[in-house]
């Protein structure tokens, strides 16, 4: 099983939004029962919350289901748990590091670094830009299932 993390900065936005597609995507690959999907923030400040109703009514407008989530933050422990750590921005990554310590197993990535255009996704709480959000959600996890494809396809 593969186990996947996404991270962002209060787990309300972008990385249970990058969580629900990615499960929605591998759930119509056929290959949901090959993967463990989550995500977690890298502050406290909405530790308990559940989804931004933004990012609820996309993710809704998308037809894409979405579980009773609560914030959490990422622990030193799910480093040794999960096989990708995925952040959504520079700062995640520094931020992750932080928590966790030492990337030594190369576990961590930034999730468009797998785009053909490597950029950081901005946080939509500050932009309000949700579309662009999901958009550039999409074209990271694309990437990443090409990636992951070709990992499984050589291993």
Not at 35 to 62: C, P, Q, V, W
Not at 69 to 89: K, L, N, P, S, W
Not at 110 to 129: E, M, Q, V
């Amino acid at each position: 099983m593969i186990k996947v993390l996404f991270v962002c900065l209060g787990n309300i936005c972008r990385s249970p939004m990058a969580e629900y597609v990615f499960k929605d995507m591998v759930k119509k690959e056929g290959i949901a029962e090959k993967f463990y999907i989550d995500s977690a923030a890298t502050s406290n400040g909405e530790l308990g919350n559940s989804i931004h109703y933004r990012t609820r009514n996309k993710l809704e407008e998308m037809n894409i289901e979405y579980g009773n989530h609560v914030a959490r933050r990422i622990t030193r422990q799910d480093y040794d748990e999960f096989d990708y750590i995925i952040g959504m921005e520079e700062q995640n990554i520094i931020n992750i590091k932080r928590i966790v310590g030492e990337d030594k197993e190369n576990k961590v990535f930034k999730l468009l670094d797998f785009s053909k255009n490597p950029r950081d996704i901005a946080d939509p709480w500050y932009t309000g830009n949700f579309n662009k959000t999901y958009d550039d959600i999409v074209e990271g996890l694309e990437g990443f299932i090409k990636y992951l494809k070709k990992e499984m396809l050589t291993s």
